[in-house]
């Protein structure tokens, strides 16, 4: 944004004033591109002042594209003032403040958010705030806690329809091998949809090449077979 005061302090700081609520205007506009420039034009010059409203407006922001510039934009301010507003974020009655307050924590990718990453959110019955939690959990989680968070996500195979089961899968797959004994003991469980689903994971594990796809209806026809999933393990 530029600074269209000159002469004293006190115009200089007037012009920025009136820079800094023509952009916040911007956020509220009912065209999404005028959003757009706004949140881009707030991260281009980050102010303290523009955070809460940026969080605010990442919970109520209907078009993708806004909510990820948004995004961007709160990725450019001070940690120390994005962080506990995000945090708070997560605990939000609005699902779409915690899918994004997550997705955003996990492109800051600061640890000390990792305490907001409860079993709770891990497990929150809105399906996009799920995912966003599981990518989020997989960013932030710290040296030593994976084999507890590859536990915690795997009390959700079987959950959903294609893309929130790629999604948990992908968020496993990324942790490496210490999801092992998580999915020995969720190739035999009783549900046929966990056992497929941990199955379809096991082999993107051992083969991150193979498409989900495939990999799911061959585990469902496995499962549909009678087979346990402990074979050639």
């Known amino acids: 944004m530029t600074v269209t005061g000159q002469g004293t302090g006190t115009g200089t700081d007037m012009g920025t004033d009136t820079d800094t609520a023509r952009a916040l205007r911007g956020l509220e506009h009912d065209t999404a591109s005028v959003r757009l420039r ?8 980050p102010d303290p002042r523009f955070v809460g409203r940026l969080v605010e407006r990442c919970a109520i922001e209907p ?16 940690v120390s003032m994005t962080l506990p507003a995000l945090v708070r974020e997560v605990r939000s009655e609005r699902a779409q403040a915690r899918s994004q307050a997550l997705h955003t ?59 929130t089961q790629l999604s948990l899968s992908r968020a496993l797959v990324a942790l490496g091998e210490v999801i092992a004994p998580a999915l020995r003991t969720a190739t035999t469980d009783t549900d046929p949809r966990v056992r497929a689903h941990a199955l379809a994971t096991r ?12 990999a799911i209806e061959e585990a469902k026809r496995f499962v549909a077979l009678g087979g346990s999933g402990q074979e050639g393990r």
Request: proline share 6%.
């Open 38 to 45: 706004a949140a881009l034009a707030v991260g281009t010059a």
């Open 63 to 78: 078009e993708f594209f806004v909510r990820d510039m948004l995004t961007w934009a709160l990725t450019r301010h001070p």
């Open 105 to 163: 924590l996990s492109k800051i990718g600061d640890r000390r958010a990792w305490p907001a990453i409860t079993p709770a959110v891990l497990s929150d019955a809105d399906d996009e705030v799920a995912r966003s939690a599981w990518r989020a959990a997989v960013v932030l989680v710290p040296e030593g806690e994976e084999p507890a968070l590859a536990a915690a996500l795997a009390t959700q195979f079987g959950r959903g329809g294609r893309e």
């Open 203 to 214: 082999r993107l594990l051992r083969d991150p090449d193979a498409g989900f796809d495939f």
